[in-house]
């Protein structure tokens, strides 16, 4: 037998209610129409599904079954909706952000759970580079946003707003040469075994780049791909590393200091894209996610 899918909504109304009547108010219509779809039913089904009574109806054993496989056919049949209406929109274009390296330790991860939950519909293309070449996509409309460092990106014509310390300190083992200190040149840094990101990193590029051509050569034991494993591995003993202060775990056992560098001492600006300017209020909302993942990571 065939089911009309209104009839399965009616029918799951009245046993919700108690009463036909009540069911038809809620389908929006007449009792005479309601109790006639409801008779056409049991005859279909060539079974009683209501026991009738003067204070209402209440379904029979088989009316009982009806309306638990009717609640299961409507919810696939609405998954199925929902499906297919997938197709029927536009693909939406997704959001590209831009950072460097320290921002997506933390800052970018916290700030896209928190965005992609609230926005079901909305994609986001992540990429790692270095300010100079984030400022330069952004001003050719090639990104929506991007983190970058405030000493690259003063005066780059782009709309930018603050977002968090981001300077460099040096880490090393509880205990270890760091004990004691509070601050120390990057040349007596580089005298040590070190611990590092890998070679084409932004930040190590970026710390190389300012480090110049005095300072000693450092010796890397090892170069590796993110900085959670480079801080555990410093905390370790088997090397100093130079790291974003927000990148060390305030309980985690180990010893750090200042960098007496003036360019240890940087900061982050969310930067807007030419294109940002057009956007829907979604690149606003990422913008906001940021912010917020912003100030949660430092008070961490």
């Known amino acids: 037998m065939r ?40 005859q279909s089904a060539g079974v009683a599904l209501l026991i009738r009574g003067r204070r209402g109806v209440r379904p ?10 009717a609640r299961d056919v409507l919810t696939q049949t609405a998954r199925l909706d929902g499906a297919v209406a997938s197709y029927r ?5 997704p ?6 390296g320290s921002a997506m330790h933390r800052l970018v991860p916290l700030a896209l759970v928190s965005f992609l939950r609230e926005h079901p519909d909305a994609d986001v293309a992540i990429a790692e580079c270095r300010t100079p070449e984030i400022v330069r996509r952004l001003a050719d409309g090639q990104a929506d946003l991007g983190i970058v460092l405030d000493g690259e990106a003063r005066d780059c014509g782009l709309a930018t707003e603050p977002l968090g310390d981001d300077s ?3 880490i090393g083992q509880a205990g270890g040469v ?13 005298e040590h075994p070190l611990v ?14 300012h480090v110049g051509a005095h300072a000693p050569v450092p010796r890397y034991r090892t170069s590796v791909a993110n900085l959670n494993t480079v801080v555990a591995l410093a905390a370790a003993g088997v090397g100093l590393a130079v790291v974003p202060r927000r990148a060390v775990d305030p309980n985690q056992p180990l010893a750090m200091c200042e960098l007496q560098e003036p360019w240890s001492r ?11 300017e057009t956007a829907s209020g979604v690149t606003g909302a990422l913008a906001k996610h940021l912010r917020r993942a912003a100030l949660s990571d430092a008070s961490s």
Do not use: C
């Open 168 to 170: 460099l300190v040096v």
């Open 95 to 100: 959001l590209v952000l831009l950072a460097g």
């Open 60 to 69: 029979t054993p088989a009316g009982t079954a009806l309306a638990r496989h």
């Open 89 to 93: 929109r536009p693909p939406a274009e």
């Open 3 to 42: 089911y009309d899918l209104d009839d399965l909504r009616l029918f799951l109304h009245v046993v919700a209610e108690g009463s036909i009547t009540s069911g038809a108010g809620r389908m929006h219509l007449s009792l005479p129409s309601a109790s006639a779809r409801v008779r056409a039913l049991e």
């Open 266 to 276: 940087r900061h982050h600006l969310l930067a807007w894209g030419t294109k940002a």
């Open 196 to 209: 590092g990101l890998d070679a084409g990193a932004s930040l190590r590029r970026w710390i190389e780049k």
């Open 178 to 190: 760091l004990a004691g200190r509070t601050a120390l040149p990057y040349s007596e840094v580089a």
